[in-house]
C-alpha cells in the first residue's frame, strides 16, 4: 500500500500537480457535441497552450479532457478553475481566442460564458456562520 502511495505521489511530483494557476475541463462529447468535434478542439488547446508557454512555467494551465460536463449541448464545454467559468461552443476555432484571452490576458469570454462557479480563495471560510 505505502509503494503505492509513492508511487502515485511520484507521479504528482512529474506532473506538477500543486504548482499550476489553472486548471482546463474540456468535455469531449459525444453528446454535447460530436466526438470529432471534441477532439479536434483537444488537440488545438494542447497545441495553443504549448505555443503560448502556458504547459511549463509559473503560469501553468493544466488540461484535463473528459466525457461528460453534464451540460450535453452546443459543445464542446468547457470548464475554467479556479474562476469557475463554464463556456460552451468551444469547437477548435475558439480555442486559440480563449487562450489568448482567458489565459494570457485574464480576461474571460464573457458572450461564451453560460455561467460561473468560482472557488473560494484559499484560507477563506466556506462554512456558513451562525
Not at 10 to 33: I, M, S
Not at 99 to 114: A, N, T
Amino acid at each position: 500500500m505505502e509503494d503505492k502511495k509513492q508511487e502515485l505521489q511520484q507521479v504528482a511530483a512529474k506532473l506538477g500537480l500543486g504548482t499550476y494557476r489553472r486548471h482546463v475541463f474540456l468535455c469531449l462529447g459525444p453528446n454535447c457535441c460530436t466526438a470529432e468535434v471534441g477532439q479536434a478542439a483537444w488537440e488545438t488547446l494542447k497545441k495553443a497552450l504549448k505555443e503560448r508557454g502556458l504547459s511549463y512555467g509559473p503560469n501553468d494551465c493544466y488540461r484535463t479532457k473528459v466525457g461528460c460536463l453534464r451540460i450535453c449541448q452546443d459543445g464542446p464545454t468547457m470548464l475554467v478553475y479556479p474562476e469557475g467559468a463554464w463556456y460552451h461552443g468551444m469547437t477548435a476555432e475558439r480555442i486559440p481566442e480563449f487562450v489568448e484571452r482567458h489565459l494570457v490576458e485574464d480576461k474571460p469570454v464573457r458572450e461564451w460564458m453560460f455561467a460561473e462557479a468560482p472557488l473560494p480563495e484559499p484560507g477563506a471560510d466556506t462554512l456558513p456562520t451562525d
